[in-house]
């Protein structure tokens, strides 16, 4: 059961190329139902480390790895199977995109590696965008979408937002006011590396 979790990251990331061979054979109703267990399967691996109390750092990588490559084969399957729906939605999913990526290379630039966060507004927006994938691509509703990538480019936001705050690479921010209190206590501790004296004199 611990490694549960990490399982079930593993599983989405395997499941990438399963994904795009779904789209590849024209398969639209199978990709849009494996994409929906492996989002919701975003949301479970993180709420079941937590639940279980095995977050770890090599847990968040996955998680992250596993994101990454449901992201990047994403565009590349909806292409395949809905090319006309891409036109139409080109500047909304230029948003989504942007939304995406700037936040990770970013993240990159500053701590030489993904970011993994994992922030409640990334959960929400994983759930949301499901939705509005299945509504979009199998209803040919485009509204839920527009929410979610809006409520995407909040998420991104927040990251950016958080890498700025960050001194220090961390996995596991649900939010900015977390990401502050962590920057306050880690400039906390190196004051006292930098003033001892001054610290024991103030408990004192």
């Not at 937590?50 to 994101?67: E, F, I, N, P």
């Not at 209803?139 to 839920?144: A, K, M, N, S, T």
């Amino acid at each position: 059961m611990a490694n549960l979790p990490n399982w079930i990251s593993l599983v989405r990331l395997a499941s990438v190329p399963v994904l795009l061979l779904l789209s590849f054979l024209g398969e639209g109703t199978g990709f849009l139902v494996l994409l929906t267990a492996m989002l919701v399967s975003d949301v479970v691996d993180g709420f079941l480390a937590r639940r279980l109390g095995v977050t770890s750092r090599l847990g968040a990588k996955l998680d992250s790895w596993g994101d990454l490559g449901m992201y990047i084969s994403l565009p590349v399957g909806v292409w395949w199977l809905w090319p006309e729906i891409i036109i139409e939605e080109a500047q909304v999913l230029m948003l989504i995109g942007v939304s995406f990526a700037l936040p990770l290379l970013v993240g990159l630039a500053k701590f030489r590696r993904l970011t993994s966060y994992h922030t409640w507004a990334a959960k929400a927006a994983a759930i949301a965008m499901g939705v509005a994938f299945i509504g979009l691509f199998g209803f040919r509703e485009p509204l839920l979408f527009h929410i979610a990538a809006g409520l995407l480019l909040f998420e991104s936001l927040e990251e950016l937002m958080i890498t700025a705050t960050l001194p220090e690479w961390r996995s596991d921010v649900p939010t900015f006011l977390h990401a502050r209190r962590i920057a306050e206590r880690v400039a906390e501790r190196r004051r006292r590396r930098r003033f001892p004296l001054n610290s024991l004199e103030r408990r004192s």
